[in-house]
């Protein structure tokens, strides 16, 4: 069972990544070089430098890794697929994608996130969330070591009975928060609650 707390997420890093960045930067010698071939220092360091700056960012693991879908070899970005269960609302499971660059001091900002019911929802769990516009965070997920982070708050939208599950970055993009939004109607659920009449003016 997946783990309900929000928190840092993380997946594992495959050997295969370092192997493979590594080699590129190898000198096939040739044969006037080889009999004066000195020992490649260079590649140590390189594959020692590829692992801090893929570790630097991952402060905590979890079970939460769902995929990791790679964007090209030479590109060396992924898009990270995690999902986790809304800690007091165990009836909506929702997923994140977001970017990863192992090779970067900081992964771009974009994510999204879509949420779904998967389970009951009841008054009583309604009733123990956060009102107001400003909600709660849930889930977050380090995406620089310059405190940039990624978040998904839960917003409850009473007068239109819905759950509104938002991911936005914490740093600013070119004057503007990139951001995804996803949402849960409570409709057809024992928590709806049928909405008062707007008065005509």
């Known amino acids: 069972m997946r783990p309900t707390k929000p928190g840092i997420l993380c997946g594992p890093i495959p050997l295969s990544t370092f192997v493979l960045r590594e080699n590129l930067f190898k000198v096939t010698p ?8 000195r020992p490649n220092r260079l590649r140590p360091l390189l594959g020692a430098l590829l692992a801090a700056a893929s570790l ?7 079970n939460d890794d769902v995929a990791d879908v790679s964007l090209g070899i030479f590109t ?7 999902a986790f269960v809304d800690p007091k609302i165990p009836g909506v499971t929702c997923h994140v994608a977001s970017i990863e660059s192992p090779l970067s001091l900081s992964d771009p900002s974009d994510s999204a996130v879509s949420c779904r019911q998967t389970g009951e929802i009841t008054p009583e769990m309604i009733a123990s969330i956060r009102k107001g516009g400003e909600g709660e965070v849930l889930f977050e997920k380090s995406k ?7 978040k998904v708050r ?16 914490t740093k600013e993009i070119s004057g503007s928060f990139k951001h995804s939004l996803s949402t ?18």
């Open 184 to 201: 849960v109607p409570l409709w057809g659920t024992a928590a709806y609650v049928k909405p008062m009449p707007v008065p005509p003016k």
């Open 56 to 62: 630097a960012t991952l402060t905590g693991c979890s």
């Open 144 to 150: 620089s070591i310059f405190l940039k982070t990624m």
């Open 76 to 82: 060396f970005k992924d898009i990270k697929l995690n």
């Open 154 to 169: 839960r917003i409850y939208d009473e007068a239109n009975q819905t759950l509104m599950y938002l991911s936005y970055s």
């Open 30 to 37: 040739t044969a006037s070089s080889t009999a004066s071939a």
